[in-house]
């Protein structure tokens, strides 16, 4: 993969031509192979004290997710004291993600706790608006107190082959983020093929990104393993090429502890314990914490929790 990059990453995004030369010259993926890989190491199963280890890291990793146009000022309150409080002698979750206009309460929340707090924008979950209106929507955010910014690219212009504008969009909204983390939305669901996957990562990452993110959650199918697998071999290889490390977060549909199990044995065999971090590998998330949970308590007790033991979110 690294010897097939030749151009300089600093001149890639020069020209429209340059950037679509470099995207199209990225080594095509082998569809049946990533399906395969990913289903193999989807059946690996941990037990008893690597099980627990296990269980302990997915939650540490989790960005508890409320994004309805329900949500309150109350619920978030309630979800960030389970973010900071999850259970007895298991760690708190990486960061609760909202709405920007809720970031002020659950930055107030949250004061001391070291649990991050993140926000979508840039017209989430379509990405359907101006440029101006997606860097006010992160100014106001980031002013408001949040740690980390998740904005989606405009998918309508990457798959017109658009590069140029997806990749200026980025520059933008990093800029706007200041000392905030950006991740930047794929939505994988949309994209159609691996390849572009694997072109769209690239190009987030090219433009500034400090995490690639499958999905939305709006979008089926959101965080498949076979997508999650390309992402991880892609912030590998970026890394090989640029010496940055850049993190992953697949989001949408993992509600089980298996789900996220699964998730961290990819981790490991695709890119190894350097990513095995909050700090580089996130789950987006807003049931999986309370089966998490239960999972947890079945190992310590030796018996199931109700589902109703837990908060539901």
Request: proline share 3%; with cysteine; aromatic share 6%.
């Amino acid at each position: 993969m690294v010897s097939t990059v030749t151009t300089s990453l600093a001149d890639v995004a020069s020209s429209d031509a340059t950037l679509r030369a470099f995207l199209h010259g990225l080594p095509g993926v082998d569809r049946v192979g990533a399906d395969q890989r990913a289903a193999m190491l989807g059946t690996r199963s941990i037990k008893t004290t690597a099980k627990a280890q296990a269980i302990d890291l997915a939650i540490s990793m989790v960005d508890l997710t409320t994004l309805e146009g329900a949500d309150t000022t109350g619920k978030v309150r309630a979800m960030c004291a389970k973010a900071m409080h999850t259970a007895e002698g298991a760690p708190r979750v990486a960061a609760v993600c909202v709405y920007p206009d809720l970031v002020a309460v659950a930055v107030s929340a949250l004061k001391g706790s070291g649990v991050k707090v993140a926000s979508v924008a840039t017209a989430f979950p379509s990405g359907r608006s101006s440029l101006e209106v997606k860097v006010s929507d992160t100014a106001l955010a980031v002013a408001a107190g949040a740690d980390e910014i998740d904005m989606v690219i405009d998918r309508g212009a990457f798959l017109s082959g658009d590069y140029q504008k997806v990749f200026e969009e980025i520059v933008a909204v990093k800029a706007a983020c200041g000392e905030a983390h950006l991740k930047v939305i794929l939505e994988t669901g949309e994209l159609a093929t691996y390849d572009n996957v694997r072109r769209a990562s690239w190009l987030a990452m090219i433009a500034g990104a400090d995490f690639i993110k499958t999905s939305t959650g709006k979008v089926s199918p959101a965080a498949t393993l076979p997508v999650t697998l390309i992402m991880l071999e892609a912030v590998r290889d970026f890394r090989d090429v640029t010496g940055r490390q850049v993190g992953v977060k697949p989001a949408g549909g993992i509600r089980t502890t298996k789900d996220a199990i699964k998730n961290l044995v990819l981790v490991n065999e695709t890119v190894g314990d350097d990513w095995l971090s909050p700090d580089w590998f996130r789950l987006g998330a807003s049931s999986l914490l309370n089966d998490l949970l239960m999972q947890r308590q079945k190992l310590a007790t030796g018996r199931y929790a109700g589902p109703d033991y837990f908060t539901l979110d």
